[in-house]
């Protein structure tokens, strides 16, 4: 019976991570965006936050790291250098 209720509050602790994951979708637009601006990075590296998304790690041409935040219509509002 234990078993059952550990199992339940673990689906419950786990259940707000997974609303945090980019969709399909999104991802291969940011993919197609990064790829317009000559960047590529690991789709893992996609945060969703409350007012769009922190990409880490974003590799663009010449070989120069970025961290890229869009918006929550996937517009770049600020780029920093690593």
């Known amino acids: ?10 689906a ?11 969709d399909v979708e999104t991802v291969g637009k940011i993919e197609a965006y ?3 601006v000559e960047c590529q990075m690991d789709p893992d590296d996609i945060e ?3 007012d769009g998304y922190d990409l ?8 120069n790291q970025f961290d890229i ?3 929550k219509d996937l517009n ?7």
């Not at 019976?1 to 673990?10: E, N, R, S, T």
């Open 1 to 10: 019976m234990k078993k059952i209720g550990v199992l339940a509050l673990l």
């Open 12 to 22: 419950c602790v786990a259940s707000p991570a997974l609303a945090d994951e980019v």
């Open 34 to 36: 990064l790829a317009s």
């Open 48 to 50: 969703v936050e409350d």
């Open 56 to 63: 880490d790690d974003v590799i663009c041409k010449g070989g």
């Open 69 to 71: 935040k869009l918006d």
């Open 76 to 82: 770049e509002v600020s780029r920093k250098a690593e």
